[in-house]
């Protein structure tokens, strides 16, 4: 079974600053994991994910995150927020090869405003 | 382009009716997926089929349908037996065994 936690639901910075958005998962086999950004009345779309080969991985709009298997976090950062990236963002996590079928679970959300 | 469209965008209902929503998919996907989101509840599984004419309860199944009949296609009803079934709709899908989902753009079902 799997389980992912995203610490903050909501999270504020300012434009030009850090974006450092935290997830934790728990998994019972080598996990494959997502990160997800949704904009208000649309679908997600995937920003990144991990999938067992580098533990950097680098997604689009200049985000990225860094699998740390000790830590069982996956974490994303950009490192200059922009004002488009005010978003609702998604951790997800799948059991990877391991398991025939795909399904994800999902964290629970952590809404990013940026100020100007 | 391959993607999944989801139909209608905005949808209203009259209590006591049902309605049906479309999750239509060109990415010879094996899995689908229906979710329901409400503001600060994240995703919200109701069903999911991993094959044609199968399909499972995810974990807010009642007051709900699927069918699965062809691969391409996995329409969700919304049954008058739903009590609050004001909420965004997302259908989303997969191919076995790899990573991630591809999402629709979501229906927004309101009751009236």
């Known amino acids: 079974a799997q389980s992912v936690t995203q610490l903050g639901s909501h999270v504020s910075v300012s434009e030009g600053a850090l974006v450092l958005l935290r997830c934790n998962y728990s998994?019972?086999?080598?996990?494959?994991l997502f990160w997800y950004v949704q904009y208000p009345n649309q679908g997600l779309q995937l920003l990144l994910k991990y999938t067992s080969a580098a533990t950097l991985v680098k997604g689009i709009n200049g985000f990225e995150a860094e699998f740390k298997k000790s830590e069982t976090s996956f974490h994303l950062t950009k490192p200059s927020a922009h004002m488009s990236d005010a978003a609702e963002y998604f951790c997800?996590?799948?059991?990877?090869?391991?398991?025939?079928?795909?399904?994800?679970?999902f964290g629970e959300g952590t809404q990013l405003t940026v100020n100007p | 382009d391959g993607g999944i469209t989801q139909s209608p965008k905005y949808l209203f209902r009259k209590e006591g009716q049902n309605v049906t929503l479309s999750c239509e998919q060109n990415l010879n996907h094996d899995a689908m997926y229906w979710y329901r989101q409400d503001p600060g509840q994240g995703l919200r599984l109701i069903y999911y089929?991993?094959?044609?004419?199968?399909?499972q309860k995810g974990d807010i199944a009642e007051g709900y349908s699927v069918s699965r009949e062809k691969k391409e296609s996995f329409p969700l009803t919304v049954t008058s037996a739903q009590k609050n079934p004001t909420a965004f709709y997302l259908c989303?899908?997969?191919?076995?065994?790899?990573?991630?989902?591809?999402f629709g753009s979501g229906t927004r079902l309101t009751v009236v």
């Open positions: 089929s991993q094959i044609v004419n199968d399909f």
């Open positions: 989303a899908s997969s191919r076995t065994g790899a990573g991630g989902y591809t």
């Open positions: 998994s019972s086999v080598p996990p494959y």
């Open positions: 997800a996590v799948s059991g990877g090869q391991e398991t025939s079928g795909s399904r994800l679970t």
